[in-house]
DNA sequence: TTGGTATATACGTGTCAAGGAATATATGAG
DNA sequence: CTCATATATTCCTTGACACGTATATACCAA
């Protein structure tokens, strides 16, 4: 499990990372939203911790985890790779639909000239 | 094996992927790229083929894969929910850079103001 | 038909990680 | 100290899946 892509494939841990979205939370008020067995959350957390995608502080018996942005980043320029080869397709969708429905004229979203 | 993570989760389909940006490549020219085994080959194109990932075209004894977008966009509306957490993180680290080490006056990038 | 090339599938095996249960550690309160 | 709360760790079992080998299927050529 070393891998960014390894650590997300997990559902549970994407619920995790979503939940900290927010806010920073402790083990505990994981557990709670996400209706989890604790010792399952702390699993996931290290697993997280370690690599690298969340970091805890902390306070008195609590733990508060909260996000670390550099793995999304990684996991971010790999899509990247892609992002090039599906806007093509999203392009080539759009002057689709231009042709069957015309956008109408409408100035706030200004539609890209074809070609 | 359900969702777009646990397909790129392991290595050799994120290769496969990765190479079919370029072009469609057929299932040879794959196994010689990546110095695959055949049946490993195939096994993943149908585990991309099924998830959505691809899409193959007939050409005599042939197949030939390509790239489909919609996964890759759902993989990337996951990750935009923590676009907006890191680029937060990405303008503070900026404006720590800055101050250790204060920008030169370069024209090309001007830099945004503190606050 | 036979043979050759290209790709897919079936089967057996080993590994690895997720989950559950029990227990350990840490901190605070009284 | 003792008890309660919060979190981490250990042990075990089980299932999933990646891989290798062998074989099957599909298509073309002669």
């Not at 702390?42 to 508060?64: I, M, N, P, T």
């Not at 599906?86 to 956008?103: F, G, K, T, Y």
Request: no cysteine.
């Amino acid at each position: 499990m070393e891998t960014a892509f390894e650590i997300i494939a997990e559902p549970n841990r994407r619920a995790i990372l979503s939940l900290l979205i927010t806010s920073q939370q402790s083990v505990g008020e994981i557990e709670r939203q996400l209706r989890m067995p604790q010792p399952m959350v702390s699993k996931h957390l290290r697993v997280l911790r370690e690599a690298g995608f969340v970091e805890a502080k902390v306070d008195a018996q609590r733990r508060l985890y909260q996000l670390k942005p550099e793995r999304f980043q990684e996991l971010d320029e790999w899509l990247a790779q892609f992002r090039r080869f599906w806007s093509r397709h999203v392009d080539a969708l759009e002057r689709h639909l231009d042709r069957i429905h015309p956008p109408e004229e409408t100035k706030k979203k200004p539609r890209r000239r074809i070609q």
